[in-house]
Nanobody, 124 residues
């Protein structure tokens, strides 16, 4: 059974940092691009960041560019999201996902597997 399990969420003050992890089990995703999305109450799920299968290609939403960094360790079947300079508007449930493809994607329809999500709350 394929599972993506996120961890590292929590409550942090504005300006602080968190590092999210997403560990995959059940199969390897070393040939798949991976991504992070988020959903705040009352909002649609939105793209945050994506990374290609080999980590060379990355993409970010404009709202998180220069603050968030996505990375991966294929040996550990794990993807990370380093979040710095957090703002209250970053508050959301963050989801890890694996695409059908090897290249990055901002479209959630291109993602085959999803984690259950981890809550990030940024206080002002």
């Amino acid at each position: 059974q394929v599972q993506l399990v996120e961890s590292g969420g929590g409550l942090v003050q504005a300006g602080g940092s968190l590092r999210l992890s997403c560990r995959a089990s059940g199969r390897t995703f070393s040939r798949n691009a991976m991504g992070w999305f988020r959903q705040a109450p009352g909002n649609e799920r939105e793209f945050v960041a994506s990374i290609s299968w080999n980590g060379v290609g990355t993409a970010y939403a404009d709202s998180v560019k220069d603050r968030f960094t996505i990375s991966r360790d294929n040996a550990k079947n794990t993807v990370y999201l380093q979040m710095n300079s957090l703002k209250p508007e970053d508050t959301a449930v963050y989801y890890c996902a694996a695409t059908y493809y090897s290249s990055i994607s901002t479209n959630p329809a291109n993602y085959e597997h999803w984690g259950q999500g981890t809550q990030v709350t940024v206080s002002s």
